[in-house]
């Protein structure tokens, strides 16, 4: 069965420091991950996605994310903090088309980012 | 291009009481997907509907019902409600449903429901 695993809830940094928020994966097949965002009192957003295309994703506002088979790792980064990150993020695994036919979302992490 | 539309933003109920939630997706979108979210359980998918057919259901109890309308407006509804069902409800809508290799979804901004 697809599942992820996001292995902070709470992560705080400094404003201009690298930022990396973890998620693993099992997965029974090749799969399709993202990351999402949540800032507060909003909708999520799609941060990046990858689908077994290059292992290292871009995504927008200057956070990437490396697929890694070996470590069943989709670990999310960025180089430099900035006080708007500060949210609430989710990685997620996609069951379309397998047992649950859905997506399924981690726990979340919180990102604080302090001045 | 509008965004996804959550009609409440906030209400409170009481308890046996019912509510009805409304969701309008971005222009074109043809499937309407519903997620609970709380402290304690995260996001938990409710359902998704797709050219007014419900194509996939989660894990929640006959309370929980939906609908969509021919132009892909969605509606949730509970019915009976108990104080656990306070949550935020998010509708998220994508252009051709959801599929493996996409998974992009396109959120409102939730509708916040509050039993007492």
């Known amino acids: 069965a697809q599942s992820v695993t996001q292995l902070d809830s709470h992560v705080s940094v400094s404003e201009g420091t690298p930022v990396l928020l973890r998620c693993n994966y099992s997965?029974?097949?090749?799969?399709?991950l993202f990351w999402y965002v949540q800032h507060p009192n909003k909708g999520l957003q799609l941060l990046l996605k990858?689908?077994?295309?290059?292992?290292l994703v871009k995504g927008i506002n200057g956070f990437e994310a490396e697929f890694k088979k070996s470590e069943t790792s989709f670990h999310l980064t960025k180089p430099s903090a900035h006080m708007s990150d500060a949210a609430e993020y989710f990685c997620?695994?996609?069951?379309?088309?397998?047992?649950?036919?859905?997506?399924?979302f981690g726990t979340g992490t919180l990102l604080a980012v302090q001045p | 291009k509008a965004g996804v539309t959550q009609t409440p933003r906030y209400l409170i109920k009481t308890r046996g009481q019912q509510v009805t939630l409304s969701c309008s997706p971005i222009?074109?979108?043809?499937?309407v997907s519903w997620y609970q979210q709380t402290p304690g359980q995260g996001l938990q998918f409710l359902f998704e509907?797709?050219?007014?057919?419900?194509?996939n259901k989660g894990n929640f109890p006959g309370r929980f019902s939906g609908r969509q309308f021919s132009n892909s407006r969605s509606e949730m509804n509970v019915s009976t409600l108990e104080l656990g069902d306070s949550a935020l409800y998010l509708c998220?809508?994508?252009?051709?449903?959801?599929?493996?290799?996409?998974?992009?979804?396109?959120f409102g901004e939730g509708s916040r429901l509050t039993v007492l």
């Open positions: 990858y689908t077994s295309a290059a292992t």
């Open positions: 998220a809508s994508s252009l051709v449903g959801l599929a493996a290799d996409t998974g992009e979804l396109f």
């Open positions: 222009s074109g979108h043809r499937s």
């Open positions: 997965s029974s097949y090749s799969p399709s």
């Open positions: 997620v695994v996609s069951d379309l088309g397998g047992a649950t036919n859905k997506l399924i």
């Open positions: 509907y797709f050219s007014e057919t419900q194509r």
